[in-house]
């Protein structure tokens, strides 16, 4: 019996599928204070400041999530984004994302992410962004900001940090992500098949091209 047992745990092994997580930034993840300061909104008042339009034709916003056995993107098309720049200064950035809208590499998968035991989208059918700082340099190479803002996604609302790239030219402005979030921390706790668990973490990527003109 145990001789018949090595070809099963050896192609389970083989199986697995990596962990999202890996050799990627994981977003630090908070409570909102209770007594907020006055988050910097989207576009704050000044003679100087501008709110670009993200051109979501040049633009993405998209996801891994992973079970045991396999790894599966998931494209977001529908969303919305701000950038407020000050001069050749990017000094906020906010979106919203139609969760509805959501595709992954399956067809079943699809329809079940959208289901109460995942994402809920009927009750919860956008995710919202709005930065509350944007602070020079990060602990991430290769990006040159770090962000903070909250983040409501499934009804729930927390201050996340992570790091982005952002970047002003004379024609445009681009703001690039990739970090991980632990989906625990907003109540998507649905685990999977006993014999396939869902990875509680999620790597998200955000490109961003906001047009000057």
Do not use: W
């Amino acid at each position: 019996m145990r001789l018949l047992a090595i070809p099963f745990v050896l192609a389970t092994l083989v199986a697995c599928a990596e962990d999202v997580g890996k050799d990627k930034a994981a977003a630090t993840v908070s409570e909102v204070p209770a007594e907020p300061a006055v988050a910097e909104p989207a576009v704050p008042p000044s003679s100087t400041l501008k709110a670009l339009t993200v051109d979501v034709t040049k633009s993405s916003v998209d996801a891994v999530a992973a079970k045991i056995t396999a790894q599966h993107p998931i494209k977001f098309p529908e969303f919305s984004g701000k950038v407020g720049v000050d001069g050749d200064a990017v000094k906020s950035v906010s979106f919203e994302v139609k969760i509805a809208t959501l595709a992954a590499d399956a067809e079943k998968l699809t329809e079940h992410l959208k289901k109460s035991d995942f994402l809920d989208v009927e009750k919860f059918p956008t995710a919202t962004f709005t930065s509350t700082e944007l602070k020079a340099g990060s602990d991430q190479a290769g990006a040159t900001h770090t962000v903070t803002g909250d983040f409501t996604i499934h009804g729930v609302t927390k201050r996340i940090s992570f790091p982005a790239t952002l970047a002003v030219t004379p024609t445009e402005v681009t703001a690039n992500s990739e970090f991980v979030l632990n989906r625990q921390d907003f109540g998507i706790t649905y685990p999977g098949k006993p014999d396939d668990l869902i990875q509680d973490n999620v790597r998200l990527t955000i490109h961003f091209v906001a047009p000057r003109a």
